[in-house]
């Protein structure tokens, strides 16, 4: 990116009858926070339609909605080896290697739709919706750009007829990746503060889920990010779900390497 572009964070996209575009240029942290969060909230929710040539996004949807009891008996049973093996029933590839790829990907889709019934999953800014300011490409695509300080970033992916929708998906579950990562940072959200709430990183048994179930229950947000006390709920719940194994977000490494080794 030029040196000459002035600081903004910038997000379009334009594919079928998806189009948005909006940009801040108003960078002051928590405008910048803010601006992230509406765009996390909207990549995830335009992930699963372009997950939906490589898996029965429809059958992960209904297997979330039959999940059901208390939010650790939720979480062991998205963690338990029949899940794996139900989401495995679920998936459009043969080969194992890529099904497992797929798989991961599957689980964490399901992870952010169970969950999204009992607890909050999404920031509490909304999405992009509108068409605010000119498209910069004519073809269709999905546009991130962000130069603020020595924060420079360019994901972009041009889309024609021979783009895979998962291609589409891969850059989203990106696009979200460098929002978990940026927005703790202009929310001054104590991100060490919680990783300690939770305690050190280790392998957790099935015995010490409830623990950490709890541990997220009892955490006030307050006390770690005033005034993005949501925004710090929502990043507990991904420190702990971590901390048990699971993902509370589509791993685009999964993606690409499925894509690269697709024949």
Do not use: C
């Not at 996209?13 to 942290?29: M, P, Y």
Request: hydrophobic content about 45%; aromatic content about 8%; charged content about 30%.
């Amino acid at each position: 990116m030029p040196r000459s572009v002035e600081d903004h964070v910038m997000f379009t996209a334009k594919h079928g009858n998806w189009k948005v575009a909006d940009k801040l240029i108003d960078v002051e942290d928590e405008k910048i926070a803010r601006f992230l969060a509406r765009v996390g909230n909207t990549v995830n929710s335009k992930i699963p339609e372009y997950l939906t040539d490589v898996m029965n996004v429809a059958g992960i949807m209904s297997l979330a909605e039959g999940i059901d009891g208390d939010l650790t008996k939720v979480i062991v049973s998205l963690k338990s080896p029949g899940i794996s093996r139900k989401l495995g029933a679920l998936i459009f590839e043969e080969d194992k290697k890529l099904k497992k790829l797929l798989v991961d990907a599957a689980r964490a889709l399901l992870v952010r739709l169970t969950l999204s019934r009992f607890v909050p999953v999404d920031y509490p800014d909304g999405l992009l919706k509108e068409v605010r300011v000119v498209f910069p490409f004519p073809d269709d695509h999905v546009n991130f750009t962000a130069k603020h300080g020595s924060w420079i970033v360019v994901k972009r992916l041009i889309i024609d007829d021979s783009t895979p929708k998962v291609d589409v998906a891969r850059l989203l579950a990106s696009i979200n990746e460098t929002v978990t990562l940026k927005l703790p940072a202009y929310a001054g959200i104590d991100v060490n503060g919680i990783e300690e709430w939770f305690g050190p990183r280790k392998k957790v048994k099935k015995s010490e889920i409830p623990s950490i179930v709890e541990r997220y229950l009892n955490f006030q947000p307050s006390e770690f990010a005033p005034g993005f006390e949501e925004h710090a709920r929502v990043y507990a719940l991904r420190i702990a779900l971590e901390r048990i194994g699971l993902s509370l977000d589509v791993p685009a490494k999964s993606l690409e390497k499925y894509l690269e080794k697709k024949p």
